[in-house]
């Protein structure tokens, strides 16, 4: 088993913020996040991957059909998340300090994977029970309501949590800080079965601890000497963590996409070579790679001349081959962002961690495993995210993109 844990902290200096032309507050409020690798056996982030892809899919046409019952069964075998970003969330009073996956493709917030839930004077148990699926994983628990610090300035109260009594799938962390559409909760109570449960984004903002509606996240490619971190920002977007201007796509009418923080987008791959059309999809920070319909897959691999790995799971090229490498390109909401060569490679100092060797080149693009044309046709995942700005702005129905001093930059 080959195992990092790369604690990355950022310094929390504020920036003396220049107002943003869209997203405004003057109440950032600053979560550090910390990277960890787990990968256990071969091909398994791309395995991981895909089983949270089918398990996406699955919930949200489950719900789209208004059976969003837990009989909606994930054929594919739960999977280890591979690679995660963490944050420390504080939960009861005094807090117990749990270490929770940041997950924008899911919206329940939970403790007790790992660390038992500590209960305290704060704690209230609502008599729900509570279940969720994950394809990384699952969990079932109760349902509570519990005071929840997500860093200075940020406590809310009586937010509902699960406390899980079983899980599976979460080695390292203790639980998920869950912040997709609060819709995506639907359906993980009984009886209560109908019921929502406010995000702690929706907590946050309903308390008025933030003024914005929205989150932004900011990762960064993993150096060879890895200090620099993750950071998500609640209420309002970080101005000294992106270039340029923030592109706004109004979440896709396209189900099941639209379940999540789903866009239209298109690929191409150099100039002119076509990969994916303009197709809905999703942005999501729980999935490691860039994952495209296989059509679209099959077309990256015959453009690049990569040939799939069987150690990794990943395609791989020969560092010949890399040095021809062309960027692809991400058109969306009509702003074309590129995404280089560097930015599709595993990065190299990491190879060995994955089964790979430190003389080939592993893509982060990977095959999502069905067809295009299924309302589901690309997941935009970590890989991507450390490469752009991403905001997710409930208030006003839109996922904003923008260029970070990372896009271009040569790391991996
Ligand atoms: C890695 O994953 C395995 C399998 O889930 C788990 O048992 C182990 O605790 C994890 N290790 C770390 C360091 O997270
Ligand atoms: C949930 O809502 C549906 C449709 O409104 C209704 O038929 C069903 O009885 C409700 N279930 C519960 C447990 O309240
Ligand atoms: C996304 O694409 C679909 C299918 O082409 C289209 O109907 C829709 O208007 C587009 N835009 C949004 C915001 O969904
Ligand atoms: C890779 O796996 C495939 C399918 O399991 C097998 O046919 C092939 O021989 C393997 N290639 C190598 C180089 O191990």
Not at 39 to 57: E, F, M, N, Y
Not at 119 to 144: H, I, K, L, P
Not at 242 to 255: E, L, M, R
Request: hydrophobic content about 40%; glycine content about 10%; proline content about 4%.
């Amino acid at each position: 088993m080959r195992s990092i844990s790369v604690a990355l902290l950022t310094c929390l200096v504020a920036i003396a913020v220049s107002a943003n032309p869209v997203v405004i507050s003057d109440n950032l409020v600053r979560l550090r996040l910390a990277k960890h690798i787990n990968v256990t056996s071969p091909g398994h982030i791309v395995k991981a991957d895909q089983a949270r892809a089918a398990a996406l899919i699955s919930k949200a046409l489950a719900q789209s059909s208004g059976k969003f019952t837990q009989d909606a069964v994930i054929s594919t075998p739960a999977q280890t998340q591979a690679v995660a970003y963490v944050a420390s969330v504080g939960v009861g009073s005094p807090a117990t300090t749990y270490s929770l996956l940041i997950d924008t493709g899911s919206s329940n917030t939970w403790v007790g994977a790992g660390k038992a839930y500590v209960r305290t004077s704060t704690s209230v148990q609502t008599g729900d029970r509570v279940s969720v699926s994950y394809g990384s994983g699952s969990f079932s628990g109760n349902e509570f309501t519990d005071t929840v610090n997500l860093g200075t300035g940020l406590t809310i109260t009586k937010q509902s949590i699960g406390v899980a009594s079983s899980s599976t799938g979460f080695g390292g962390v203790d639980g998920i800080l869950g912040i997709g559409p609060v819709i995506l909760t639907t359906g993980t109570l009984s009886p209560d079965s109908n019921s929502t449960i406010p995000t702690v984004v929706d907590s946050l903002f309903a308390q008025g601890t933030i003024t914005g509606h929205s989150i932004a996240i900011s990762f960064e490619p993993t150096p060879p000497q890895p200090t620099n971190n993750g950071e998500l920002t609640y209420g309002g977007t970080d101005s000294s963590k992106f270039t340029g201007s923030i592109t706004f796509a109004p979440i896709t009418s396209t189900s099941p996409a639209s379940f999540f923080w789903g866009i239209n987008q298109s690929i191409r791959y150099g100039s002119s070579t076509a990969i994916l059309p303009t197709t809905a999809g999703i942005v999501d920070t729980g999935t490691t790679l860039v994952l495209i319909a296989t059509d679209a897959f099959n077309r990256y691999k015959s453009a690049t001349g990569a040939v799939p790995d069987n150690a990794t799971g990943l395609l791989r090229l020969t560092t010949t081959q890399f040095s021809n490498l062309q960027s692809l390109f991400f058109t969306i909401a009509g702003t074309t962002f590129e995404f280089t060569a560097n930015a599709q490679a595993w990065p190299r100092s990491l190879n060995t961690l994955i089964g790979g060797t430190t003389s080939n080149v592993y893509l982060i693009v990977a095959d999502l495993g069905t067809n295009s044309g299924s309302g589901f046709d690309f997941i935009n995942g970590m890989s991507f995210l450390e490469r752009f700005y991403s905001v997710y702005d409930t208030a006003n129905k839109r996922v904003g993109i923008a260029n970070t001093p990372f896009t271009k930059a040569a790391t991996n």
